[in-house]
């Protein structure tokens, strides 16, 4: 039994001596390198996962209104913070500039690729963005795109951009409505929106549905700091100064659970965190 | 050895004689000094291989000199310039010499004096010596006095009483005056111009022959840089064209560059994106010289894509979307809603002591705020939408954009607003909005309550969805 396992092994040093000189490195094992990561900015998922995996494709998931822009700002700006030079390409051309400021990106450090509804255009920038090389963080913004057709993205742009990534320090974050990445992805997010909160809101549905909705009414002065903080929920009661000013246009923000798909499930209940509408 | 060019009344030619005579200079040697606008020194030591008498001639093989100044003098008779061309060990008795003797001299080694003994002293050149315009007239009035006319006599007085009486300056004259006098030329230095040009035989209208021929100027440019330790920012191609008319192109680069291969990747980039309307007759590349950049690379200076690359991934990225949508975006300073322009992106270099300093981003991380802000999408243009008021505040929404893949369609559960906001009074586009945040609940899907921004125009009383919050 010893023997004969003996001969197995030494007859495959001998097959891939033999392939090494003939194909060269192609055959060898490579090592893997242990995973930097570049945070998110929302302490919540930072503290589980420490953030997104560079030289690694990221997929948040999410419906409209779900959450997925205020995490990609979020990362955006702790990226641009740390001196880092990204790249947003915008399929659909929704990328706002100014809840973009509020979350404290440095625009002059994101390079912005307007493609105007179209995603091959959208695919082959990104490819040209990853081979340049140098780029921290690349954006691929496709939350606008239409289920069915993120469904028939072929899978052989997602494994180009995994090959391209591999080995270097850039973070691909790709922004979809389902999840289409598939085995590529090295973590895939799903963002759900759980309440919308609102400084002062009119229901005017009939059927308000209390569960998924959820509406306080106020009529104290905005800017007081026992209103904001009945308004926010979970550990994020505690108001910042510049938080106390009320949104222009009345809503303040969204609680989003975010669950990761991939590679294993949480553990324990889904992450959960509050975005807010700054002034 | 030197040899001498004196060009005869070239005053009245002006500088293109001199032009021409620096030329006739360079044919025979690179070492070339302009010491006049009708005198140049050339060494020409070295040439004697080229110039070397036949063996069937019979001539001595030392008179290659001989061979030399003939062959300037024919050069220069088919250049139309009547020139007196001198030889000798030292540049200054072969100036001396040319400027002074008709035709060719030839003074041998150690025979200066002989040949330039009978010159009279108002002939020596007091530049040549570095002294300046007063001394030298101060000077040759005191020469006068005591009756120096010729070169002979200045040289045959003892260095001692030439010094005592005159100081440095006399005994350097008079180390002039008997051919004595050490110096190195003063090398002519060709006036540097970073452009390349080639007249075509046959007109070119394919790009992948106008590559190569790209390519060649372009290496033959980044050399010419190269050796002069300089690089470029601006690169403009001229292009003749066969219906006589011109292709001018400029590439601006963000960064001082000098490699040949991203340079003709920008230039067919730029020319695919708006190529000539004809054939290709002549082309030239011209090159703005600067100097090259200097950064001190270090271990924690954060990452970015390197300056050539990121040139060349703009260059394409343009040619995909369209310049006008890459970029970085520059928020205008007004009220209007959505209101930016597009600027050419740059990398962006901060001061090498604060990149990287862990202690200054730990303090920024703390600045940055607790909660992440809420997310916008903004359509561009806004979505035109059908909204049923109950009560002044909208209750039903449909909406849909004209290349957008959803629709936001369904009944209002939560409105906020209005937000009454206007600007602009003063220009045509003048802009009054009432704007609402509402929740819409689409009857179809089984998804969650869409939170969207929709605004009434005041002008055209119409409403519009602005973009969902997300």
């Known amino acids: 039994m010893l023997n004969a396992m003996m001969t197995a092994a030494l007859a495959k040093t001998e097959i891939e001596s033999a392939l090494a000189q003939r194909f060269g490195a192609a055959f060898q094992r490579r090592e893997k390198r242990p995973i930097e990561i570049l945070p998110t900015g929302v302490n919540e998922i930072d503290a589980l996962v420490s953030g997104l995996p560079r030289g690694a494709i990221t997929e948040i998931v999410g419906a409209v209104s779900s959450g997925r822009t205020s995490l990609l700002l979020s990362a955006l700006a702790v990226a641009t913070r740390q001196e880092e030079t990204c790249a947003l390409v915008d399929c659909n051309d929704t990328f706002d500039l100014w809840s973009a400021k509020t979350a404290q990106v440095d625009l002059d450090r994101v390079l912005w690729v307007r493609c105007n509804n179209r995603l091959e255009r959208a695919f082959k920038a990104t490819d040209l963005l990853l081979q340049s090389g140098g780029f921290g963080l690349v954006v691929l913004n496709l939350a606008d795109v239409a289920a069915k057709c993120a469904r028939r993205i072929i899978s052989s742009w997602w494994f180009r951009f995994r090959r391209a990534l591999e080995n270097t320090p850039t973070a691909l974050v790709v922004i979809t409505p389902i999840a289409c990445v598939r085995s590529c992805a090295r973590m895939v997010l799903e963002v759900n929106k759980e309440t919308a909160v609102w400084l002062e809101a009119i229901p005017v549905a009939l059927k308000s549905d209390d569960a998924r909705l959820r509406i306080k009414r106020s009529r104290e002065p905005a800017t007081t700091q026992a209103r904001h903080l009945s308004l926010v929920t979970g550990s994020n009661q505690n108001g910042s100064p510049e938080s106390l000013l009320p949104h222009s246009r009345l809503f303040r923000g969204i609680c989003v659970r975010v669950n990761q798909e991939r590679p294993a499930a949480w553990i324990g209940s889904p992450v959960k965190f509050s975005a807010q509408v700054y002034l | ?470």
Not at chain 2, 243 to 258: F, G, S
């Open chain 2, 1 to 470: 050895m030197f040899a001498c060019i004196y060009g005869r009344a070239f005053p009245e030619r002006g500088r293109d004689a001199a032009t021409l005579l620096i030329d006739l200079a360079f044919t025979f040697s690179p070492l070339v000094e302009q010491t006049g606008t009708d005198t140049v020194v050339i060494d020409v030591d070295g040439q004697e291989l080229l110039f070397g008498a036949p063996v069937s001639s019979g001539m001595p093989e030392s008179d290659w000199a001989l061979n030399i100044a003939n062959e300037i003098t024919r050069r220069a008779t088919l250049s139309d310039v009547k020139v007196n061309v001198s030889i000798a060990a030292n540049p200054d008795v072969a100036i001396h010499a040319a400027r002074s003797f008709k035709g060719i001299t030839v003074i041998p080694v150690g025979e200066e004096l002989r040949e330039l003994g009978g010159l009279p002293l108002k002939m020596l050149d007091y530049s040549l010596a570095g002294i300046d315009q007063e001394k030298a007239e101060e000077i040759r009035e005191t020469l006068g006095l005591w009756g120096i006319r010729t070169f002979s006599d200045f040289a045959k007085l003892s260095i001692a009483g030439v010094a005592q009486r005159l100081g440095q300056e006399g005994v350097r004259l008079q180390k002039l005056a008997q051919g004595k006098s050490e110096r190195h030329l003063h090398l002519f230095q060709p006036p540097v111009g970073f452009e390349q040009a080639l007249e075509l035989e046959h007109p070119v209208a394919e790009l992948e022959s106008l590559s190569f021929i790209f390519a060649r100027l372009l290496n033959q440019l980044c050399a010419n840089l190269n050796s002069h330790a300089l690089a470029t920012n601006e690169l403009r191609l001229y292009l003749k064209l066969e219906d006589k008319t011109k292709y001018k192109r400029a590439i601006a680069l963000p960064v001082p560059m000098r490699d040949p291969k991203t340079f003709l990747r920008l230039l067919l980039i730029d020319i695919e994106s708006k190529p000539p309307q004809a054939a290709i007759i002549a082309v030239m590349i011209r090159a703005e010289p600067v100097k090259p950049r200097e950064l001190q690379t270090g271990l924690f200076i954060p990452l970015a894509p390197e300056p050539e690359r990121l040139e060349l991934t703009l260059a394409r990225l343009a040619k995909l979307v369209g310049a006008e949508n890459v970029g970085s975006p520059e928020l205008l300073n007004t009220h209007r809603p959505d209101a930016f322009r597009m600027t050419k992106f740059r990398l962006n270099y901060r001061s090498g002591k604060n990149a990287g300093n862990t202690s200054r981003l730990a303090l920024s991380a703390g600045r940055m705020r607790e909660l992440p802000a809420m997310g916008f999408r903004v359509f561009r243009p806004p979505w035109p939408a059908e909204v049923q008021s109950m009560q002044q505040r909208p209750a039903r929404i449909n909406a849909r954009g004209a290349s957008s893949s959803y629709v936001i369609c369904g009944q209002v559960v939560c409105a906020s607003g209005p937000w009454r906001t206007s600007g602009d009074w003063w220009r045509a586009d003048l802009w009054a909005r009432d704007e609402w945040d509402v929740a819409v609940r689409s009857s179809s899907s089984e998804q969650s309550d869409v939170l969207c921004r929709v605004y009434r125009d005041l002008q055209s009383e119409e409403w519009f969805v602005e973009g969902v919050y997300d």
